[in-house]
């Protein structure tokens, strides 16, 4: 299959180039940068230059290929609100571009919900619609279009994707801001949680969803369903040499910046019905064993 993925040289869509790769896929890499492409192509694949601002050469890239895996997002928090504009237009886009094919269009989303008192499933839609909404509401966007011919599939990543070699997502700015104060903080008891998934197997997620997952379905890239926040500041302490201190609500955005909203988040998620639809088994490291193996060194 020929496939074009946007987020192609990221953390997550770097393994998942190299996933399909491995298991005889063709991938069209976005890319931004000459360094981008270069990098894509030292793999094997190919670069396909431009930006979710031109939603127009998305929407091309998107119908020439067999199926597409929209990884990238603009993570600009200064202007999120734009950033899901942005998203929602590129979307729209792409999918008008594969309407009637039956083509597989794989939208990464995230596990924020109104669930509460229980684990999110895959059951469960998401709350968010419209482009003013979080990642303009990308995800039913893209689900409506199972309707519309096209196999329509939504990627929702655990808040942290986690690895050794690289990822500069959530746990490595608690690391940073662990290091600034001089102490790993969580916020009041420490009782929310992160679902949390290694690298590489949401890239064998990924890859499985592509070629087994049904239209309008949602897979959940979850390895740990939910790891309390102060075992994860803990682990950066023990890590870092740092003590483990409590930060009180009223401080948190003070203290961990515009991630302590984040941070406070209680995101607790199943992974059953992906597991039992893609016939996928996570293998790799629990987020605390990469933190004590040092990939969050700052």
Do not use: C
């Not at 031109?54 to 200064?78: N, Q, R, S, W, Y």
């Amino acid at each position: 299959m020929r496939v074009f993925i946007t987020g192609a040289s990221g953390w997550i869509g770097s393994a998942v180039t190299d996933e399909l790769l491995a298991h005889g896929h063709e991938v069209v890499g976005l890319a931004r940068s000459d360094e981008s492409a270069a990098a894509l192509e030292a793999k094997g694949a190919v670069a396909h230059r431009g930006t979710l601002d031109d939603p127009e050469g998305l929407a091309k890239a998107a119908g020439a290929a067999d199926g597409v895996i929209h990884l990238a997002f603009k993570h600009d928090f200064t202007d999120y609100a734009g950033a899901g504009r942005t998203e929602n237009a590129a979307v729209a886009r792409m999918l008008d571009a594969l309407e009637g094919s039956e083509r597989p269009f794989l939208l990464a989303s995230g596990l924020a919900s109104s669930v509460t008192g229980r684990p999110l499933t895959e059951q469960d839609a998401s709350p968010f619609h419209g482009e003013d909404s979080m990642r303009g509401g990308s995800e039913n966007l893209a689900l409506s279009a199972a309707d519309r011919g096209v196999r329509a599939v939504a990627l929702r990543f655990s808040p942290t994707v986690h690895g050794l070699g690289g990822d500069h997502g959530f746990v490595a700015r608690l690391a940073q801001i662990a290091k600034e104060h001089g102490a790993a903080g969580y916020i009041g008891d420490g009782a929310s949680h992160w679902a949390a998934v290694h690298r590489t197997d949401a890239a064998r997620m990924v890859r499985l969803a592509l070629e087994k997952a049904p239209a309008g379905s949602r897979m959940h890239a979850v390895g740990e369903s939910g790891i309390p926040s102060r075992d994860i500041a803990a682990a950066l302490g023990e890590y870092l040499g740092l003590p483990t201190v409590s930060v009180a609500r009223e401080d948190a955005e003070a203290h961990f910046g515009w991630i302590g909203h984040f941070f406070g988040m209680d995101i607790v998620a199943s992974n059953a019905r992906t597991r039992d639809l893609l016939g996928w088994a996570p293998t790799g490291p629990t987020l605390l064993e990469d933190i004590a193996a040092g990939a969050y060194a700052v």
